[in-house]
């Protein structure tokens, strides 16, 4: 039987190579291996928190006809029951789903505003720089928290609306240091080499600048995916997202109206920690990534 083949080489795509390399010897390193296994575990919870969780988001635990409120960690529940009677271990399984989501689409849309706009002022440059930098001069004067407040007064208090409104403020620090990045490649031989042959401006971005900005690319998408998470988890304590969807901020609020939130330790320093962890773990591999990346990229010149 003849053997199949893959319709591509991914070798043949600098991304995809560089990509493959980085996460071999990030495989390869201890500093790396732990969160990845970590980051893989919180995404595998993700996908399939729900249906492995011991009790519902919102399932009051009763025996003998009593709720069991702030329970303290036992066996039947490892760590402790909520004010309200639910159990914590199920909550904590269960909101990694919205906490993934948070950060893959604040972070997927900070990096994709950022890139775009950096890229083309520094390539295009005139007039359409100084108009692309000033807009961006007019993100960075927002503070966060009030716009926040204020777009969810306007939009409604929702999950989804708090992932957009991070989205399209956390984007301003990587077009400025991509656009940066993107003026001085534009002036290498072999982007004007290009320019001399009649190449168009979108086959010049995407073969020639695309490629060498990538590294710092996956640098701050990965700082992204760490920022929104502890946004998205700060609107959600400060009640501007959906109060009712579950995610690690959600539980942190509701551990502190609770008033019980030094007494049932594991109740609100479970999530805490995790979204402590999560972030580190995503900062760690997008800084490893950008050096394998980095070092590719002056090897070949």
Not at 11 to 22: A, H, I, P, T
Not at 77 to 104: E, F
């Amino acid at each position: 039987m003849a053997r199949r083949t893959l319709p591509f080489n991914y070798e043949d795509s600098f991304l995809l190579r560089n990509l493959v390399s980085g996460l071999s010897r990030m495989a390869e390193q201890k500093i790396t291996l732990i969160p990845s296994i970590f980051l893989c575990s919180v995404i595998a919870l993700g996908f399939v928190g729900p249906y492995i969780a011991p009790y519902g988001y919102q399932e009051t635990i009763i025996r003998g006809g009593d709720i069991i409120k702030t329970a303290q960690p036992s066996l039947a529940h490892p760590l402790g029951t909520t004010s309200l009677g639910n159990d914590v271990l199920s909550r904590v399984i269960i909101g990694a789903r919205p906490t993934v989501i948070a950060g893959l689409l604040g972070g997927g849309m900070a990096i994709t505003i950022g890139m775009t706009i950096g890229i083309t002022a520094g390539y295009v440059g005139g007039r359409v720089d100084s108009l692309l930098m000033r807009f961006t001069d007019m993100a960075y004067s927002m503070p966060f928290i009030p716009f926040a407040l204020v777009m969810s007064a306007i939009f409604g208090i929702g999950f989804y609306t708090s992932i957009l409104i991070i989205g399209i403020i956390l984007w301003r620090g990587n077009a400025r240091v991509l656009r940066s990045q993107v003026l001085q490649i534009k002036n290498r031989q072999f982007v004007k080499t290009a320019q001399a042959t009649g190449a168009s401006t979108p086959h010049i971005i995407v073969r020639h600048i695309l490629p060498n900005v990538a590294p710092m690319a996956f640098l701050f998408f990965a700082i992204a995916i760490g920022l929104s998470i502890i946004l998205q988890a700060s609107l959600a304590f400060l009640g501007a997202s959906n109060p009712f969807l579950p995610s690690w901020g959600v539980m942190l609020r509701n551990a502190y109206d609770s008033g019980f939130m030094a007494r049932q330790l594991a109740w609100s320093m479970t999530p805490g920690l995790l979204i402590a962890f999560t972030v580190v773990s995503t900062f760690l591999l997008g800084r490893e990534l950008e050096s394998e990346d980095s070092e590719a990229a002056i090897a070949q010149g």
